[in-house]
């Protein structure tokens, strides 16, 4: 079956300290992979996207991700974290042409001053 | 580009009522409407596909007449929530995407109605 596995659930760094938010997925085919963010009670936002081509992708607001298929995982990192960054973040994987998502279960960031 | 929007963000109102909730594109035509449901704290449940023109296609457990989904036009598409109970109470986003530019291949979402059943 199809899924898509946070492995942290809360992750607490310092302001200006680089990031690394996993995400694992288990899928048959190569997948569309997302990252979104959600602030609190806001709808989510996309921050970057992968289907097929350069393996690391460039996305909003400083964020990168990686796709690595021989680990199936589909990282995000950002080199030093804002306070604003604060926030739930979702990996989510999607079969090509049918865009019917699987989210993970969400990893919080909490930033510290 | 492509915005999505819900109307009402919040909404409180009273066991056996009915409440519609608006999700519109701005800037696209949207082909494809999804429908969330997320509880505190938790990921996002998938509750419904609607493809403008045609009937929703529901996720397994959700009640296809609780939950009335209307796709007729390529900018909007509502959720009614019937008869709502206090346990209907829940943080409802929907999301959409197009067949050309930007939201061809991803799913853009609405900033989500927080329901509240008294």
């Known amino acids: 079956a199809q899924s898509v596995t946070q492995p942290d659930i809360h992750i607490t760094v310092s302001e200006g300290a680089s990031l690394e938010l996993r995400c694992n997925y288990s899928?048959?085919?190569?997948?569309?992979l997302f990252w979104y963010v959600q602030s609190p009670g806001q709808g989510l936002q996309l921050l970057l996207k992968?289907?097929?081509?350069?393996?690391l992708v460039q996305g909003i607001k400083g964020f990168e991700a990686e796709f690595k298929r021989s680990q199936s995982s589909f990282n995000l990192r950002k080199p030093s974290v804002h306070w604003s960054d604060a926030a739930e973040y979702f990996c989510?994987?999607?079969?090509?042409?049918?865009?019917?998502?699987?989210f993970g279960t969400g990893t919080r960031l909490k930033v510290l001053a | 580009g492509a915005v999505v929007s819900q109307h009402p963000s919040r909404v409180i109102c009273k066991s056996g009522t009915s409440v519609k909730i608006e999700c519109r594109s701005l800037?696209?035509?949207?082909?494809?409407m999804f429908w969330y449901r997320q509880f505190p704290k938790k990921s996002l449940m998938l509750m419904a596909t609607?493809?403008?023109?045609?009937?929703?296609?529901?996720e397994q457990g959700v009640e296809k007449d609780k939950f009335l989904i209307n796709h007729a036009s390529l900018t909007l598409s509502t959720l009614t929530v019937t008869s709502a109970h206090p346990e209907d109470s829940s943080f409802y986003i929907c999301?959409?995407?197009?067949?050309?530019?930007?939201?061809?291949?991803?799913?853009?979402f609405g900033p989500g109605t927080r329901l509240t059943v008294l």
């Open positions: 999301s959409a995407k197009g067949t050309s530019g930007r939201a061809a291949d991803t799913q853009y």
């Open positions: 899928y048959g085919a190569t997948p569309y």
């Open positions: 992968y289907f097929s081509g350069d393996t």
């Open positions: 989510a994987v999607s079969a090509s042409g049918t865009y019917k998502y699987i």
């Open positions: 800037d696209f035509q949207a082909t494809t």
């Open positions: 609607s493809n403008e023109g045609s009937k929703a296609t529901y």
